[in-house]
């Protein structure tokens, strides 16, 4: 009744082998190996001070004298007629 012993243990890891493969194991646990690394990177990048970091100015920012500039460009100027 106590815990499994290693022939337990052995036994499903060759059933485990058998249903999924070598070669499908082997990717899953790179994949799983990459992934904890790149938690940890960001973690580790995610720590920093934000004072050491430039802010990023989005390159489609307009200014407000560009905005007038442009509104002025686009506006149509009509004249309201009432009907007689």
Known sequence: ??????WHWLIVLLIVVMV???????????DLG??????KDGMKDGGQSPA???PVVPASQVTNAQAADKAERNTIDVEARQKS
């Open 1 to 6: 009744m106590g815990g499994f012993s290693i």
């Open 20 to 30: 999924f493969g070598t070669k499908k194991l082997r990717n899953m646990g790179s």
């Open 34 to 39: 990459g992934a904890v690394k790149g938690f």
């Open 52 to 54: 050491d970091e430039k």
